[in-house]
């Protein structure tokens, strides 16, 4: 096939074309190369690239001559917690997507795979033992300022058990940019169902591992964490560590949008979108991931401060099954290698991003 990679010279977008090339399909990258995600542009070699922004029409019906599907990467990452921020978020996730997606219909390119994200579902699955399956409302600021992480019963404020989340949980999003993410999503299916197009969105968890983005606002925790390390210094850990997440390594997330763009002619149903998580089924805790990335790294044990940011959630972890079952995907890097590759893989470099505010617990 021949697959326009909008945001293909990203952490993710440009694993996916390695994955596609060698598979022998024939990637197209169109980027903006933002200096947000590209202090340092990236040089390219035997990949067909463009140079411009997924909101310029013009642009991506250029793009789009030829293709046989579109594999949609291109997104401004990050919790976007101050709403001054949101019309960037909109404009470049919302505004870009409705912009490629009416050209894709303008091309006759049916085939779609969109990034999707975790935070479309706000915080994890969560079981208490006296009323079963709840959902649990934002952390209050006095809980988390007096160090009560945990998420308790809404009926009645019991602890709850977390648990894996799967692709039919309520979409809950907590924040300006897991909005638009939802939004990508819903244009998605629009599009799908307007010209009988065929759509699949992989919800990513918390993606990582070689050229991975350093000290920018497209940075994971897990490379802020490799950042303090190079520098010799700890991890700095929030809350208590134990916020469990899934960590999935990018070149299973790049194989897992392979498989699907693979098969989203073949197996998606005609007019309309499936969602599939993208997780490793193995969830850690962002303190274990701090302590990994440290042991492998021969750097200082990892500081658990107490602080916290209001927004975030405590577990999210999936259910990757569907995937699994439905498109024969399976990730292969297991946690322990994929954090020790990671500690001495190369990172892209990047700028100082801006400071977000912590509360530390009274």
Same mark, same amino acid.
């Given at each position: 096939?021949r697959?326009l990679?909008?945001g ?8 996916v074309v390695?994955a596609l090339t060698d ?7 169109l980027?903006?190369l933002?200096p ?6 990236p ?5 067909e690239?463009?140079?411009?922004d997924?909101r ?13 599907a579109?594999?949609?990467q ?5 919790l976007g917690?101050d709403?001054?921020?949101?019309p960037?978020y909109v404009?470049?996730?919302d505004?870009g997507?409705?912009?490629l997606l009416a ?15 975790? $935070?479309?579902y706000?915080e994890?699955?969560?079981d208490?033992?006296?009323h079963?399956?709840?959902r ?7 809980d988390?300022?007096a ?5 308790g019963?809404p009926?009645c404020g019991?602890?709850?058990?977390p648990?894996?989340?799967?692709e ?9 940019y ?7 999503e819903?244009l998605?299916?629009a599009?799908a169902r307007s ?6 969105s992989l919800r990513?968890h918390?993606v990582y ?8 606002p497209y940075?994971? $925790?897990?490379?802020f964490?490799?950042?303090a390390l190079?520098?010799?210094e700890?991890?700095?850990v929030?809350?208590d560590g134990?916020?469990?997440r899934?960590?999935v ?8 949008n392979a498989a699907?763009?693979?098969?989203v002619?073949a197996?998606?149903p005609?007019?309309g ?6 997780g490793?089924d193995?969830?850690?805790?962002i303190?274990e991931m701090a302590?990994a990335?440290a042991?492998a ?5 990892p500081?658990?401060t107490?602080?916290?940011?209001l927004?975030d959630?405590r577990h999210i972890t999936?259910s990757s099954r569907r995937?699994?079952?439905q498109?024969?995907w399976?990730?292969? $890097?297991?946690f322990?290698?994929g954090?020790t590759e990671?500690?001495?893989a190369p ?11 912590l509360?530390?617990?009274?």
């Amino acid at each position: 096939m021949r697959v326009l990679v909008t945001g293909g010279a990203g952490f993710i977008g440009s694993h996916v074309v390695t994955a596609l090339t060698d598979r022998g399909h024939e990637p197209v990258v169109l980027d903006a190369l933002l200096p947000a995600a590209h202090p340092a542009p990236p040089r390219p070699s035997g990949t067909e690239w463009i140079h411009a922004d997924v909101r310029d029409r013009a642009a991506v019906a250029e793009a789009l001559r030829g293709v046989d599907a579109v594999c949609h990467q291109a997104a401004m990452v990050g919790l976007g917690k101050d709403f001054a921020d949101a019309p960037d978020y909109v404009g470049c996730n919302d505004l870009g997507t409705a912009v490629l997606l009416a050209a894709m219909a303008e091309r006759g390119v049916r085939s779609l795979v969109l990034a999707g994200s975790m $935070v479309v579902y706000g915080e994890g699955r969560y079981d208490c033992p006296r009323h079963g399956r709840v959902r649990p409302g934002p952390r209050a600021e006095a809980d988390l300022a007096a160090g009560r992480f945990e998420p308790g019963c809404p009926d009645c404020g019991t602890p709850l058990r977390p648990g894996l989340v799967d692709e039919d949980a309520p979409a809950d999003p907590r924040n300006v940019y897991a909005t638009t993410k939802l939004a990508q999503e819903h244009l998605a299916a629009a599009w799908a169902r307007s010209v009988d197009g065929r759509a699949v969105s992989l919800r990513y968890h918390n993606v990582y591992g070689p050229g991975m983005p350093r000290d920018t606002p497209y940075a994971g $925790v897990a490379s802020f964490f490799r950042s303090a390390l190079a520098r010799g210094e700890a991890p700095t850990v929030y809350e208590d560590g134990g916020q469990r997440r899934d960590f999935v390594h990018v070149r299973d997330v790049a194989s897992a949008n392979a498989a699907a763009l693979e098969a989203v002619a073949a197996t998606a149903p005609a007019g309309g979108l499936t969602a599939y998580n993208t997780g490793s089924d193995d969830p850690h805790t962002i303190g274990e991931m701090a302590e990994a990335l440290a042991a492998a790294c021969g750097g200082p044990a990892p500081q658990v401060t107490g602080a916290y940011r209001l927004g975030d959630v405590r577990h999210i972890t999936a259910s990757s099954r569907r995937l699994r079952d439905q498109l024969g995907w399976r990730p292969v $890097v297991p946690f322990d290698q994929g954090m020790t590759e990671f500690a001495h893989a190369p990172q892209r470099a990047g700028a100082a991003p801006a400071a977000r505010p912590l509360r530390p617990v009274r």
